[in-house]
């Protein structure tokens, strides 16, 4: 009796097509068995092994179809969907967001505010009158005195870290890693940093968070100070430090878990200034510790060179505005100004590709000279000139295919997909000096580079040109200085000279962006125009930087906002002087600051649009002597226009 019930409690395999001959690895398909279904009161089971690999292969076979989908959308929309967040009363300098999902994005800029949203909760209201689209602010964090230029997250989004134009390294302890995924709150809370990690001597041009630490924090300044700083450190106490002969225009940590150990350092206005892979060892507990240039794990190639006959060679060090890791610390790109990204392996000193829009605007060749095709291209095309640019790389792992992203002095940002590494190098072209100076065209029409260790085995350099860019982001008014693509969703946020935060999406992110006739309402890129708005530009530049306006970080939302609704006519006059008669009584002050700094940066734009990278009376004669040729090269590298 106890056999049978056993019997009947056990399921019977062949009705699942299975037969009870298994094999160490799980049961065999009986494929006879297979064709002829038993009914069964119980439940057909499936052995776990077999389970576990359906359940597999189905995930994976998910995640590459969404990886085809996410990539097949970027390439047809090219992130033509299109949110603006404001809030911001200027300038914003700083995009962050934080890590793992990156739900929270932190903006900062020079109203010395820094903001915090939550990308994951958009409203659509729909008011009385205009439609109010925005994403609900969490903080709103105070304590800077001064502009804000950088931002970053720590590794589990507990801190978030600022530094700027004041000297300062704040902290606000945020603790965001611990919230739940949606929150809601009935008010911004606004609140002052928790601490002041260290105060340089000059201005802040970046802090990055160590790859998994999430109390160690590197900070880099103008006068060329680089602290490591240890949250567990009492009394402010820096854990290392050290500083350089030249101004670092950004150092950043190698985002790979698995280092934690080496970062990157951009330097300018230096003999030996460029771009270089450290080991944290080079800096030490003590002051004043010196670190060289060439004593760094990879300097990275940074010396142009062009021939322009009869006049002779011309040479150029990259003067660049910063260097962004890409997400698993493969590449190394740099922004450079009047020239292109530049893009490195981590471990190759040799650059391996640039990025440009050359095949469509060909006359921003700094070797040729080009005439526009029509007026308007004349300021179309990717350039850097005027203001500090930063990139970021992103979307690999939603799409498989890693991308660059960077703004550029049209009023636009460009994409580029970044191929495989063995496709970079195999296209790379490399000669030796000597047959690069003797071939008649080679250097001509474009730029190569050359290690600058002065060793005989250094070699001219010719990188993969990528000159299609995948995208353009369109929408901006003004110079977009920051473009930041999100860690897990097909979003690029680009900010600059506006007080606006731009959104970019490859896929409809609102209701809105579903409508039919969508690509007639979105925002456009706005033409550069010759003719300057000089009333706005004297408005500017007058501007009491103590005014109401400008404000105090301590001061409230609602006493900020009580004092621009009681701005009367003769304090306008006070503060923008004759001129301010002109602008339009009946506009919100915030709109007439934006349109001030937009008209400031359109006259710098026609000030600086006429450098080039290479002066034009400056040239090397290829028949002089060698020593003359070195000594000449050094005068001209660092002489920076």
């Known amino acids: 009796m106890e056999a049978s019930e056993r019997a009947l409690k056990r399921p019977r395999l062949g009705s699942m097509g299975i037969s009870e001959s298994s ?47 996410l990539g097949e959308m970027i390439i047809k929309t090219k992130f033509k969907y299109l949110h603006e967040v ?31 949203r939550d990308v994951f909760d958009y409203d659509s209201v729909q008011g009385t009158g205009e439609k109010l689209d925005q994403y609900r602010m969490q903080e709103c964090l105070l304590g800077h005195i001064s502009n804000i230029f950088s931002l970053s997250w720590s590794a589990k989004d507990r801190y978030l870290f600022s530094g700027g134009n004041d000297h300062q390294v704040l902290c606000y302890d945020l603790n965001y890693g611990d919230k739940p995924v949606y929150t809601v709150g009935s008010r911004v809370r606004r609140r002052t940093e928790d601490f002041c990690i ?180 004349k300021y179309a095309g990717y350039r850097n000139s005027c203001t500090v640019k930063r990139g970021t790389f992103g979307f690999e792992s939603q799409t498989g295919d890693l991308y660059y992203v960077t703004g550029s002095d049209d ?22 000096p000597s047959d690069w100076s003797a071939h008649e065209t080679q250097g001509t029409d474009r730029v190569w580079f050359r290690m600058d260790n002065g060793l005989e085995s250094s070699r001219m350099i010719l990188p993969s040109e990528l000159d299609q860019p995948s995208f353009t982001l369109e929408g901006s008014r003004s110079i977009v200085n920051s473009a930041v693509c999100h860690p897990t969703l097909p979003m690029v946020a680009t900010a600059g000279i ?22 007639s309402i979105r925002p456009k890129t706005r033409s550069r125009l010759r003719a300057v708005n000089m009333a706005a530009v004297i408005r500017a530049i007058r501007r009491d930087q103590h005014n109401d306006f400008a404000s105090d970080s301590e001061r409230s939302e609602s006493q900020d906002e009580a004092s621009l609704a009681n701005l009367s006519p003769t304090q306008s006059r006070a503060t923008y002087g004759p001129l301010s008669t002109q602008r339009p009584p009946d506009r919100d002050e915030r709109d007439i600051v934006d349109e001030e700094a937009i008209a400031l940066f359109d006259e710098l734009l026609r000030e600086e649009e006429s450098r080039t990278l290479f002066r034009s009376d400056r040239y090397i004669d290829p028949s002089e002597s060698e020593d003359s040729t070195d000594s000449e090269s050094d005068n001209m590298e660092y002489d920076f226009e």
């Not at 950004?250 to 230096?270: H, I, K, L, M, Y």
């Not at 009023?411 to 030796?432: D, Q």
């Open 411 to 432: 009023f636009r940002a460009y994409g580029w997909r970044i191929p495989p590494r063995n496709e970079l190098t195999s296209n790379r072209i490399a000669m030796l």
């Open 198 to 377: 260290s105060s340089h001597e000059a201005s802040i041009r970046e802090v990055s968070t160590h790859p998994y630490d999430s109390n160690l924090l590197l900070s880099a300044s103008d006068c060329g100070e680089l602290f490591l700083d240890d949250m567990r450190l009492p009394n402010n106490k820096v854990a290392k430090s050290g500083f350089f002969s030249a101004q670092i225009a950004s150092a950043q940590w190698n985002p790979n878990e698995s280092d934690g150990r080496t970062f990157a350092v951009a330097t300018v206005c230096d003999p030996k200034a460029g771009v270089a892979l450290f080991d944290i060892r080079c800096m030490s507990s003590k002051q004043d510790t010196y670190i060289d240039m060439s004593n760094s794990l990879v300097k990275y190639a940074s010396e142009l060179s062009i021939k322009r006959p009869p006049h002779g060679q011309a040479v150029r060090r990259l003067e660049i505005t910063g260097a962004q890791f890409d997400p698993s610390g493969r590449y190394l790109a740099a922004d450079v100004s009047l020239y292109h990204p530049v893009l490195y392996a981590v471990g190759d000193a040799e650059p391996v590709a640039t990025m440009s829009a050359l095949r469509q605007y060909p006359h921003m060749n700094p070797c040729l000279q080009h005439s526009p095709s029509s007026s308007l291209d």
């Open 498 to 519: 506006e007080r606006v935060v731009r959104l970019h999406y490859a896929v409809p992110a609102s209701i809105e962006h579903t409508r039919d006739d969508y690509d």
């Open 86 to 116: 404001s809030g911001h009363r200027s300038c914003v300098n700083a995009i962050s967001f934080s890590r793992n999902s990156g739900q929270w994005m932190a903006t900062g800029g020079d109203d010395m505010r820094i903001h915090v």
């Open 23 to 69: 094999s160490d690895i799980g049961f065999e398909i009986d494929n006879e068995a297979s064709c002829s279904y038993t009914p069964s009161i119980y439940p057909r089971q499936i052995h776990p092994s077999l389970y576990k690999t359906n359940v597999l292969g189905r995930r994976t076979m998910a995640m590459h179809l969404r990886r085809a989908i």
